[in-house]
């Protein structure tokens, strides 16, 4: 486990300091951005997407079934991005001073 | 149809029941107005005004009650007043019919409609033909001008360099339409104001306006559809212990106390008004009804070992452009719901045509 | 040197992602902090791809950018085309769409690391989140949505769920510790995580929604932070614990706004406190709506129309109302009062109150003449008045304030309607205006919800 | 040493000099108090209560005078009081010396020593002693409150069932003590307040009451000492255009402009009278100086074209209580600057001294 | 092994560093946080020690222990024996102190590096870096202890500084260029960065001071950083980032709220601005309080008297007044109003004002029965009173007011003043209280300022 | 440079992380706060002494100059730290409840 630990000490490292930068960054949020804020940060998470390719292009070309699933994985993870952002967008519009 | 306004004769009496803004109102509902010369003149409406709005001028009541369809004024109709209607004739007024059946009688025996304006049902849509209502609350401001005229202290707390006045303390009997409005000019003025009621939920409404509400725990008041109706004499013993403290500090005493349909309950006997501050005052707003105290006279101010006791029947008349405009609103809306396409459309199913038509 | 700017762009990425979520907690600033990290993430995406070693056969390539393609096209129109209030559905829909890329992700590559105990860990970890996020968001969705009505508890479902919970860990961790490549047992962990996200989101009643949403978007962000540890790529681990870490806190201040306990969060049982309040009522249900949301709404209006009633009295927030109506005039928002003739106990009862106040005189309008003006106003703030706005006194012959002339507020484009409670007003009857689809309710003491108001408004300059 | 308080015998007069709450505080200087009987009872102070404070009771005013070494009054000396005074005498009151030198003159004759209440310095230090603030400030809250009384409106706006009752328009003329008071006390009960003064700074106080102040850009007036001294016809032309569409709505107007040592201003001329609306108020407070319009009579409401003025020449009498109590404390504050260790010090280098010492 | 738990500890001492910093920027957890930080600082000391590897004679560790020992003595008893009002320089002295270690450490590695160009960067930055903090630090501790008066400025300062500024850069590069290991250009580079701190700090007035020591205790940081980066520890790195990056932004942040901009703050000229104001008038100088340091006094006084006057009328600030007031005995503060016969300018006009912002009679007191009450309190709030409270009234016979009884504010602990400047009220003459010790002048217009004290203190709830 | 870069990139990540939290941990700090929250940072940064003390650990027993500059060092990282906690934690005595 140290021995891990000493390994990844920098990952570990980040990993807290990322901890520490999300929780701050949320801090004060008006709560009437609480539902935007959430929004975005789902489409954030849609970076996973870069793991569906990375799969992809590690995939043999004859494993059909891991070619597959790892389709349908970049799909759903696109999905999660591009609707991600543009739903967080739409739902900042009501932002915008009306007039 | 003529609709005809008389000028009021009784004593005191400075309003007029229809002012010239109402006029084109009235036109719209299919009435032709006439108005007996000088009615508004102590209200501060000239004839000139009347004519403006497009009214005529009448130059005696004969003259105005003479072919006129209705005839409205405020008060009740005097026997000269009667003796002039004739049969057909739409009289509206106050009429006081439980109080004096004498004037219903007469008028019945006339054939003369009578629509009593005392005896608006207080129902929410009819609020806005209620008189009592309108006149009470201007009642409720005048009597603590009134009362801040008579005594010899200011209202507000002032610290000077010749030393700090006190503010005057308060003290209400009744927090109705009237009382209301008189914790509230009395605050605006920075007394320190308490306030006492039979009713309950009088202890919100007054404390929203800022003053303290003195409540008895006493047994024996019955209450109908928002208006005291019977008030025990246990109730009102207790009442005194209540509010005899306030009592003794308060300058100005305000008492609006009534009981629909009865003499104004007695609230402050002579032994209470003894115990009272020398040069404090009481307004006794339920004068005309009795009054509220043992020494109360209508139209008088009788001093009793130092306290003034003003009784003034009819406030509302002494701020009749005010009062006017108000009245002459709830009796224009009241046409305008009695009238349609240019008749009285006598609507027996009617809340409000019932409780007002005494005399059919 | 490929791979160094490689990591230069991840690491760009990364920062795009804390500054674009930083943006997103202020108003000003919100927009374009959600185009700076879908900057970020095209890049990553770009980077991921371009700067790939290794011989890759077209036929992949191809489908990967079909597949991007695809994504692109059907996520872009959904989210345009969906309407405002079904956004929240919608957001749990991607978030699940996260959560199943993460879980295939694990699918595939369990077989590629059988006996390597600390990525089979993180693969495992992966796999299960995002298979509970997946499933447990479908069921959000599906109940924001409407196609799940009720909330659906099986009997004893809090400990069954904590067991179930349980049981998955311990079972990832047996196949851990055994460093067994059995597809069975992937698949049996892989169904048991789905049915537990089910299980997790059934019992919670449709107004802790966007809680239980918030909660499993964290879990979405945490299982793309196992997939970055598992491919050492740097974006995926920083973005999915931002999101993991940010989301947990999200979820709390929620929890928090609500009043809602977090262990009551994380055991189910939630919902059933405020449901009663907010759906209960024989005519319906009513919105609940809080001061920040109502900030945000004022604070972006152009005209304002306050309805002040007996409540403002009892209250006495006549001075908390002036102090809004400053704030608003002074953001450029246009701010009247409609006085209605009985509004309060007394005639002039409102006048008293607002001339203690300052209010100017010029801002009081009459009920003839503002009736007309609702229908050009974005919001009518009704401050404890029930009664003078009741529309049963127009429609409902029965009613005892029938006949009485009203406020017309259901004509503004939004009415936010302050009390205590559902509670009648003088008259004694329900209103109906509090369950029409305009009206929000915004409950509690006048003076106390109002200075929240104030200082929300203050915080959203 | 003995002082005497004289029972005032001015027509309409109703305050007293000195209230039982003083006595204490004299009787600590080295003063036996003596109170002419029923000295205080129009302002509500009962000869019991000066008994009680430790004052004895003289039944006439040759008792009260007789071997008094202080006689303190609030009006200046009547001809029998000066009869009644004796050599060697202090008399303590307003004396008007500039106004009427007669009876400065008959003092001096009688070897009388009088101290002017209206010529205290209007020092900083002096302020706690200065009546003319006191009574002033009393008479602005009270030339409301009467205004308020003689209207046919009430002062706030009301929104009704019965409709609005738009809110009174009051205009004051002069924005010295008694027109601030009067600002105040007008704005509390909810009327749009106007005020216009010639000295430009009052425009920062008037607004900080919650006035509207009308600034009249004229040339012409010489301010000495944060008083009007004098005002060109020019300048009296000029306030008129600025002020007269107020003039034309106003309900109320309220007039306190004077100017020191000389006769008030006109400010509002019988044409201006004429442009108001019928129904409305004037309270000339200058009134006793002339007045401030072109048809005020001392003591008289006069009513033309519907426009009622009325000239009050003796506000303060009005609020005897807090008056009384007001002008006690100014009194007892001016005695114990000018005594020390029982006797008067007479020092002749003190401002105070110098100012109010009309006659040696 | 022992490196592991070396780096464990390092991780955990650089998280105490972050909680640490952001418990002390919330009132309530402040103290705690510096506690926090303080054992995170001695366990990384204690690493340091006792993991090194390798052999070391026991005279190193006798020398490392006795500047230990002999540090810790000096520093505890210098920060427990100074005053509350030295404090400030304090922090200046202890700052240079910590600038003077990494030059010397600078110093001292600078030969062992010689060639290696990135480590020799590093070097010299920190040597830089921390020269220069040195320097100015002892300079600003000199000015705000009285040592050195006056900003002294050289002709032409701002050209100077810069040059200086740009030689030391150039200098610097060109010693790493060449890979010179001359010790001549090291010294010479480490007396230039000296001078440097010392004319950068000296033509600052003393109002600016605080930016100043913010300014080099980020400096000191970022020195402390370079340390870590060149000897790899990870606990100097992120402890001196950390400061760098947070004293970076409290520097801007008190600019801000001076209202001075960075510009001047880096390239001299600064104080020209507030001087005037601060040490202007013939009778000494006035203190000036902020609203945010005004609201911490308030918050924890148990006894506070407000004194208005005139300005309050002027500004119309009795509904907040009392606000104000509410809040305070919310937080359980004592709150009355002294009322001066003659505040104002007519009688009883604050009384007026009161009423109409619902002021309890019972809370406002008499000028004869507060005045015994001033040396029982904590804060004496003059809002817009000058005449009312001028000491001259009772010291000076010559002054108009002399002989008029007066409000004895100096009789309480702390009296602040709130007027929009140094302008005389309605007698028209100086007051001698403005510049007393005890009082503090909070300038700006009544309601605004008073707004901002309300909002403040909501904030420190 | 891009090369330095890459073999630091996890440091320099941390560094732009730690930069990221020392900015959002004072965000909203209130201004009562400033003086303590210098004085607190300033205690940190005395974190310098651990490389005074590794310099004086590495350095030849022998070689004079460099351990009385190290000595002098230490002493004034020590200084710094302990000077700076004390004084910040007086500092922090006035925000105790009076009572
Ligand atoms: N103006 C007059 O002259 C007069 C005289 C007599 C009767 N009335 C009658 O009074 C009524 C006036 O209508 P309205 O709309 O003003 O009053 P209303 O119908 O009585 O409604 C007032 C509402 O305010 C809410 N409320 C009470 N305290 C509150 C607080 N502290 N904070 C927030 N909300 C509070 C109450 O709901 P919760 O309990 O849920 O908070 C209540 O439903 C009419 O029916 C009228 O006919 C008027
Ligand atoms: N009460 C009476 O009956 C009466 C009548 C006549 C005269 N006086 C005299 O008036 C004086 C009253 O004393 P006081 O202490 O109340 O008033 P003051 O001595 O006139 O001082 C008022 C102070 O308020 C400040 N101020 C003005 N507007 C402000 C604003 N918007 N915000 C903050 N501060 C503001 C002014 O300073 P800045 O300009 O620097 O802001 C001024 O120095 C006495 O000298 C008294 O003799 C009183
Ligand atoms: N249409 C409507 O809805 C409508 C219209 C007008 C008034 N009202 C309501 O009707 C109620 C009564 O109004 P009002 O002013 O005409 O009443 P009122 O003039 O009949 O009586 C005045 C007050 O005196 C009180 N009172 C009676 N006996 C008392 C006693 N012994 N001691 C103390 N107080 C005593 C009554 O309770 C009442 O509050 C109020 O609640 C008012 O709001 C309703
Ligand atoms: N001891 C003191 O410091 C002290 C004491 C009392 C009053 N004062 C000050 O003295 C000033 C005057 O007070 P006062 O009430 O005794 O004054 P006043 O009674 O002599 O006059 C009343 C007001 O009328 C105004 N006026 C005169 N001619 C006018 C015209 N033609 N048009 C309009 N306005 C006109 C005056 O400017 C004054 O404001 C005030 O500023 C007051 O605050 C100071």
């Known amino acids: 486990m140290i021995e891990f630990f000493t390994e990844n000490k920098d990952m570990i490292f980040i990993v807290i300091l990322m901890i520490f930068v999300g929780v701050e960054v949320i801090g004060k949020v008006p709560a009437v951005l609480h539902t935007p804020l959430m929004s975005g940060a789902n489409a954030i998470h849609g970076v996973v997407v870069v793991g569906a390719i990375l799969l992809m292009l590690n995939t043999e070309a004859d494993n059909y079934l891991a070619l597959g699933l790892g389709t349908v994985a970049v799909f759903l993870g696109t999905l999660n991005v591009v609707g991600g952002f543009v739903v967080t967008d739409r739902m900042l519009e009501m932002f915008k001073k009306r007039k | 149809m003529k609709l005809s306004v008389l000028k009021e004769t009784d004593k005191g009496e400075t309003r007029v029941a229809i002012v010239p803004k109402s006029i084109s109102k009235l036109k719209g509902l299919g009435f032709e107005v006439v108005i007996e010369t000088n009615a508004g003149s102590n209200a501060a409406f000239t004839d000139e005004e009347y004519i403006k709005a497009g009214a005529t001028i009448a130059t005696s009541s004969s003259e105005a009650i003479d072919s006129a369809d209705v005839v409205v004024k405020i008060n009740p109709p005097t026997p000269e007043d009667i003796a002039l209607l004739s049969e057909g004739q739409i009289l509206i007024s106050q009429l006081f019919h439980l109080l004096r059946p004498e004037i219903t009688d007469a008028l019945k025996s006339k054939g003369v409609k009578g629509l009593s304006l005392d005896a608006m049902p207080r129902i929410s849509r009819a609020q806005s033909m209620d008189i009592l209502s309108s006149q009470s609350n201007l009642s409720g401001y005048k009597a603590v001008i009134c009362g801040a005229d008579n005594l010899g202290k200011i209202f507000p707390m002032l610290t000077t360099a010749a030393g700090t006045i006190t503010p005057a303390r308060v003290l209400i009997f009744g927090v109705g339409v009237a009382g209301l409005q008189a914790i509230a000019t009395a605050k605006r003025l920075g007394a320190i104001v308490e306030a006492t009621d039979v009713r309950p939920e009088c202890k919100e409404q007054a404390e929203s306006l800022g003053a303290k509400f003195l ?45 629909q349909g009865a003499k104004s309950p007695i609230l402050i006997s002579q032994e209470q008004i003894e115990m009272m501050k020398n040069g404090s005052v009481i307004v006794d707003m339920a004068v005309a009804k009795g009054g509220n105290t043992a020494l109360s006279k209508a139209d008088e101010t009788v001093i009793h070992n130092g306290v003034k006791i003003v009784g003034i029947s009819n406030f509302p008349a002494q701020i009749p452009t005010n009062a006017s405009e108000l009245l002459s609103r709830n009796i224009d809306t009241f046409l305008s719901h009695m009238v349609s396409e240019d008749s009285f459309k006598w609507d027996m199913e009617d809340e409000i045509t019932i409780g007002t038509l005494v005399t059919k | 040197m490929q791979i160094d700017i490689q990591h230069i762009i991840y690491l760009l990425a990364s920062v795009t992602f804390i500054l674009g979520l930083k943006m997103l907690s202020n108003a000003k600033t919100a927009k374009n902090g959600n185009l700076l990290a879908a900057g970020g993430m095209v890049a990553a995406i770009i980077t991921a791809i371009v700067f790939h070693e290794g011989a890759v056969s077209a036929v992949i390539y191809g489908l990967i950018f079909g597949a991007i393609v695809l994504g692109t096209v059907v996520g872009w129109l959904t989210a345009k085309r969906v309407q405002m209030t079904k956004m929240p559905e919608l957001v749990s829909l991607f978030n699940g769409m996260g959560g199943a890329c993460a879980a295939l992700i694990g699918l595939v590559e369990f077989h590629h690391n059988v006996g390597d105990s600390m990525s089979m860990t993180v693969i495992l970890a992966g796999m299960v989140i995002g298979s509970v996020s997946f499933s447990g968001s479908m069921i959000a969705w599906a109940k924001l949505n409407g196609k799940i009505k009720n909330a659906i508890r099986l009997p004893k479902y809090n400990i069954l769920n904590t067991l179930i919970l349980i049981s998955l860990f311990a079972y990832g961790a047996w196949i851990v510790w055994t460093g067994t490549g059995s597809e069975l047992h992937l698949y049996v962990l892989f169904v048991a995580a789905l049915g537990y996200g089910i299980l997790f989101v059934l019992p919670i009643g449709g107004a802790d929604m966007p809680v239980v949403i918030s909660l499993l978007n964290s879990f979405t962000g945490l299982a793309a932070a196992f997939g970055g540890f598992l491919y050492g790529n740097q974006v995926m681990l920083t973005g999915g614990i931002l999101v993991g870490s940010a989301g947990t806190l999200l979820t709390l201040v929620m929890c928090k706004a609500m009043n809602r306990p977090l262990f009551n969060v994380i055991f189910g049982a939630f919902g059933a406190g405020t449901e009663s309040v907010g759906e209960s009522g024989p005519q319906g249900s009513v919105r609940e709506v809080g001061p920040s949301d109502l900030a945000v709404q004022l604070n972006y209006s152009k005209k304002v129309i306050i309805v002040p009633g007996y409540g403002l009295a009892v209250a006495q927030a006549q001075h908390v109302i002036k102090e809004l109506e400053t704030i608003l005039e002074e953001r450029g928002v246009e701010v009247t009062y409609a006085i209605h003739p009985v509004a309060g106990r007394m005639p002039g009862h409102m006048n008293v109150l607002l001339a203690e106040s300052n209010v100017e005189y010029d801002k009081l309008k009459e009920m003839e003449d503002i009736n007309p003006e609702f229908s050009q106003t974005d919001v009518v703030l009704v401050v404890g008045a029930n009664d003078v706005v009741n529309p049963a006194a127009k429609n409902d012959p029965s009613s005892p304030i029938y006949g009485m002339p009203i406020l017309d507020v259901e004509n503004a484009k939004a009415c936010i309607v302050n009390k205590r409670s559902m509670n009648a007003g003088y008259a004694g009857i329900e209103n109906e205006l509090f369950f029409r689809d305009k009206t929000q309710m915004l409950f509690g003491d006048a003076k106390k919800v109002l200075t929240e108001l104030v200082t929300e408004l203050k915080a959203l300059d």
């Open chain 2, 215 to 259: 409540t008895v725990e006493g047994e024996g008041v019955l209450v109908e559809g928002g208006y005291a109706k019977e008030v025990s004499q246990e109730y009102l013993l207790k009442q005194k212990e209540v509010v005899n403290k306030s009592l003794s500090q308060a300058d100005l005493v305000i008492t609006t106390a009534l009981v």
